[in-house]
């Protein structure tokens, strides 16, 4: 990959998009992991406003602290970057509050996993629509087009996706050219709806390599059938996450009336 020309493309992507949308800028969620690290700086490059929200919902504190330094650090390099806090976790706690009462708490976690990240979508859209900027979306490709692993509505709600074309191990490399914080760059990728340290590959049962390998070998048109051990098993997993999730990456069915009963 060509990185500083391809730094340079998604940067005039989004400069041009937000000027032609008649926008003043961009508003992201800085969670402290490789992705929105990368959004964000690609975004203050533009030249244009940049918002950055830490919004923590019983966070972890190393991610916390993560977030924090990244914009500290943007701050430093770029005038256009503005940061604001917003403690979404009061708000979370009384909307679980305000919800009927279940026999086994371990059967809503992941309900109320993909509640968090739509309270965060909810705020991004709040501070967007209050001073014309843009939700940038953080997804990169093996999250948004291979597994689909992010919260409909939550975080898949925005208005363009600046790395959603470019797979994990390149979003990476484009961190490291753009300087990124190492203790991003080398912290386990995670997408923090869970109060506390698991990581994506603990959910998912297999690595964002592994994951990127199984996506180019449904791409040549593998099946199950053509491989053995731990290969078998990475593409079983990939393909299972990617048809579970297939209503994510599809658009929405329309159910279209027939001429005839109109």
Known sequence: MQT?????????????????????????????????????????????????????????????????????????????????????????????????????????????ANTRARLRMTSLYYFAALNRYLVAGTGNKVEDFGVGFYTKYGDGGVDLSPIADLLKTEVYEIAKKLGVNEEIIKAAPTDGLWGDDRTDEDQIGASYPELEWAMKMKDEGKTIDDFTGRDKEVFSIFTRFNTMNRHKMDPIPVCTIPESLK
């Not at 019983?58 to 993560?66: E, F, L, S, T």
């Open 4 to 112: 500083e020309k391809v730094i340079d493309h998604i940067v005039g992507w989004l400069k041009d998009y937000a000027l032609n949308a008649n926008q003043k800028g961009f508003v992201i969620g800085v969670s402290g992991g490789i992705d929105s690290a990368v959004t964000s700086t690609l975004c203050a490059k533009t030249g244009l406003d940049l918002l950055c929200l830490e919004m923590p919902i019983h966070q972890a504190p190393n991610q916390v602290d993560r977030a924090s330094n990244h914009i500290d650090w943007l701050q430093r390099n770029f005038p256009n970057v503005s940061r604001q806090p917003v403690n979404l976790t009061p708000v979370f706690d009384s909307l679980v509050a305000a919800f009927p009462k279940v026999e086994n708490e371990e059967e809503r976690f992941m309900s109320l």
